[in-house]
C-alpha cells in the first residue's frame, strides 16, 4: 500500500503545549508531505520534505523523516487553539499517486 | 487569486442522475487529482492526472470518470449517481518536479445523492 498511517487517531492537549504525531509509510518515498484540514474545509499543504532530507522548519512546525525506519513525525511547538485541525501524511513513491491516510485528529483546549 | 475552482459547492442529486464537477486551476500546475472524503474519514483518490490527455485511476474509480483536455481544467463526472457516492470531493493540483510546495487544494463540492 502507499498509504501513510498517521499515528495517534486523535490527540488532545493544552493550549501552549507541543504535539508531536507521527506517519508511518512502507514503500521508498520521493518525498512526503504533511496537511492541515479545519473543520468543513479543503487541506491546506504545510511541508515538503524530500527523501534526502531529515529535518525541516516552517514557523512552529518541524518535520523529521526518518527513511530507514520509513516514519515521518511533525511537532507542533507553543500549540495554538487555532492548530485543531486534522493533520494528514502522504507520499509519493513514483507514480505520482498521493494516498492519504486518515489523519491525527488535534484538539488543542483554551 | 491564483488557486484551484470547484463548482458547484453544494449539489443535489436524484439517484441515477449524472453530472459534471467542475476543477480549474490558474497555476499552470501539470499534476491534478480527485479525493473523495466521507464524514469523519480521511481522504480516498478517485482519480489523477499527470498532464494535459493523462489520466489514471486512483483507490476508488468505479462509477467516475475524468479526462483532461487542457492543462487547466480536470472535470470529474458521475455516471448515475449512487446514494453511496455522497462524500465532499476535493481537486488538487500541484507543481509536481522539483517543487517544495505540494498539493493545492478546493474547496471541495458538498454532493448528496438522495
Known amino acids: 500500500s502507499q498509504q501513510g498511517e498517521e499515528d495517534p487517531q486523535a490527540l488532545s492537549i493544552q493550549e501552549g503545549e507541543n504535539a508531536t504525531m507521527n506517519c508511518s509509510y512502507k514503500t521508498s518515498i520521493n518525498n512526503l508531505q504533511w496537511y492541515r484540514q479545519n473543520s468543513g474545509r479543503g487541506l491546506v499543504h504545510l511541508i515538503l520534505i524530500r527523501s534526502n532530507e531529515r529535518e525541516k522548519h516552517s514557523g512552529r512546525l518541524r518535520v523529521t523523516l526518518d527513511t530507514s525506519k520509513k516514519s515521518s513525525s511533525l511537532l507542533i511547538t507553543a500549540s495554538r487553539a487555532a492548530d485543531t485541525a486534522s493533520y494528514f501524511c502522504?507520499?509519493?513513491?513514483?507514480?505520482?499517486?498521493?494516498?492519504f491516510g486518515t489523519g491525527t485528529r488535534l484538539k488543542v483546549l483554551a | 487569486n491564483a488557486g484551484v475552482t470547484q463548482t458547484p459547492k453544494f449539489q443535489v442529486l436524484k439517484t441515477g442522475q449524472s453530472m459534471t464537477l467542475q476543477c480549474a486551476q490558474d497555476m499552470n500546475h501539470e499534476y491534478m487529482s480527485w479525493y473523495r472524503q466521507d464524514p469523519g474519514m480521511g481522504l480516498r483518490l478517485i482519480h489523477y492526472?499527470?498532464?494535459?490527455?493523462?489520466?489514471d485511476q486512483g483507490e476508488v474509480p468505479n462509477g467516475y470518470n475524468v479526462s483532461r483536455s487542457t492543462t487547466e481544467d480536470f472535470p470529474l463526472r458521475l455516471l448515475s449517481a449512487a446514494p453511496s457516492q455522497t462524500s465532499v470531493y476535493f481537486c488538487?493540483?500541484?507543481?509536481?518536479?522539483?517543487?517544495?510546495?505540494?498539493?493545492?487544494f478546493g474547496s471541495g463540492t458538498r454532493l448528496t445523492v438522495v
Open positions: 502522504t507520499h509519493h513513491s513514483g507514480t505520482y499517486k498521493y494516498i
Open positions: 492526472s499527470v498532464g494535459a490527455g493523462i489520466t
Open positions: 488538487a493540483s500541484w507543481a509536481g518536479g522539483r517543487a517544495t510546495y505540494g498539493y493545492t
